[in-house]
């Protein structure tokens, strides 16, 4: 069992930043691939970014170049920063894992449905 707790959410005005943390327990957190999804009221939920276990990178194109995913497996804990922030950008912000099994594992995962195991979000609000 993969437990996730997202922090750094909240009120920022537009063009602002913020960035978000999401630590994991276990112990093979580097054998996990992560990532970052977001709800909007009334809206499905929709991929952000994602950061496979072995530094694969994807973003949506609605956030690329302004949003930065990263990892340090050291400290179980998986970021985004996002700059630039519009008021489009507001949400409540998921954090997914999945463990990977096999070695040969290569793709960054987009899909919710490709991840099991999901943090409670975090509010992001951007002010206009």
């Known amino acids: 069992q993969v437990q996730l707790v997202e922090s750094g959410g909240g009120l920022v005005q537009a063009g602002g930043s913020l960035r978000l943390s999401c630590a994991a327990s276990g112990r093979t957190f580097s054998r996990y691939d992560m990532g970052w999804f977001r709800q909007a009221p009334g809206k499905e939920r929709e991929f952000v970014a994602a950061n496979n276990w072995r530094g694969g990178k994807d973003y949506a194109d609605s956030v690329k170049g302004r949003t930065t995913i990263s990892r340090d497996n050291a400290k179980n804990t998986v970021y985004l920063q996002m700059d630039s922030l519009k008021p489009e950008d507001t949400a409540v912000y998921y954090c997914?894992?999945?463990?990977?099994?096999?070695?040969?594992?290569?793709?960054?995962?987009?899909?919710?449905?490709?991840?099991?195991?999901w943090g409670q979000g975090t509010q992001v609000t951007v002010s206009s």
């Open positions: 997914a894992a999945e463990v990977v099994l096999r070695q040969s594992a290569t793709r960054v995962r987009k899909r919710a449905d490709e991840y099991q195991y």
